[in-house]
C-alpha cells in the first residue's frame, strides 16, 4: 500500500506565491521504482490538467500556461516533489493533485486546494 500527502495549498492574493509538496510513502513506493512524479490541477467545472511533472533524470515538463512563474523539484530519497509556484493569478485556482508514476499506472493525492484571489 501507499499513499501521497500533499501540504501547503492555501490562499493567496494575486501576484503571490505558494509552494506545494507532496511525499510518497508505503510499501507501494519502497518496494517500486517511482517514474515521473509531478501536479496536476482541477478548476470548478474543468477537466483535470497537466501543471508539471519531473522524470528520473531531473528534466522537468509544464503547462504553456505555468512556464516561467512555477518551478518543479524532486528530492529523490524522500519521494518527494515540490512545486514553488510565484505571481500566481486569480486562473490558478484549483484544486492541485500529486501524482507518482510506476510502470505508466498513476498514483494520486487527495488533493490540496489553491485559491488565488485578485
Known amino acids: 500500500q501507499g499513499q501521497l500527502v500533499e501540504s501547503g495549498g492555501g490562499e493567496v492574493q494575486a501576484g503571490g506565491s505558494l509552494r506545494l509538496s507532496c511525499e510518497a510513502s508505503?510499501?507501494?513506493?519502497?518496494?517500486?521504482?517511482?517514474?515521473?512524479m509531478g501536479w496536476y490541477r482541477q478548476a470548478p467545472g474543468k477537466q483535470r490538467e497537466l501543471v508539471a511533472i519531473i522524470r528520473p533524470n531531473g528534466s522537468p515538463t509544464y503547462a504553456d500556461s505555468v512556464k516561467g512563474r512555477f518551478t518543479i523539484s524532486r528530492e529523490k530519497v524522500k519521494n518527494a516533489v515540490h512545486l514553488q509556484m510565484n505571481t500566481l493569478k486569480p486562473e490558478d485556482t484549483a484544486v492541485y493533485y500529486c501524482?507518482?508514476?510506476?510502470?505508466?499506472?498513476?498514483?494520486w493525492g487527495q488533493g490540496t486546494q489553491v485559491i488565488v484571489s485578485s
Open positions: 508505503g510499501s507501494t513506493f519502497k518496494l517500486n521504482v517511482i517514474d515521473g
Open positions: 501524482t507518482a508514476v510506476i510502470r505508466t499506472r498513476n498514483y
